[in-house]
């Protein structure tokens, strides 16, 4: 098990940028993949992007792609979401996770995670 504390949310203007970092504690941090989910009000919670415990591969949501970059320093024990070009529709609170030794299609299930971060509010206005 992992403990993950995401940071760096805020309000932002349209086009505007931020960088969501999530620390986490507790062992063996290189073994797990990573991902960032969202979930908007009355929506289902999405993922945004995930990058394998070796760090080699990420996948993004088609509607982040060429904005957003998801990255891991494993020394550091951190995964960073950059955001650029921010749009209204990317308001959402932001949440990290972690997955034991899994790659591939099953990162972008909501479901198959089971370690959560408290999640972080990003709000853009228009």
Sequence with gaps: ?????ESGGGLVQAGGSL?????ASGRAFSSYS???FRQAPGKERE????????GGT????????GRFTISRDNAKNTVYLQMNS??????AVYYCAALFGVTGTRLSDPYEYDNWG???QVTVSS
């Excluded at 098990?1 to 504390?5: K, P």
């Excluded at 993922?47 to 070796?54: E, K, N, R």
């Design 1 to 5: 098990q992992v403990q993950l504390v």
């Design 19 to 23: 960088r969501l970092s999530c620390q």
């Design 34 to 36: 990573m991902a960032w």
């Design 47 to 54: 993922c945004v992007t995930a990058v394998s415990y070796w």
């Design 58 to 65: 990420t996948s993004y949501a088609d509607s982040v792609k």
């Design 86 to 91: 921010l749009k209204p529709e990317d308001t």
């Design 118 to 120: 408290q999640g972080t």
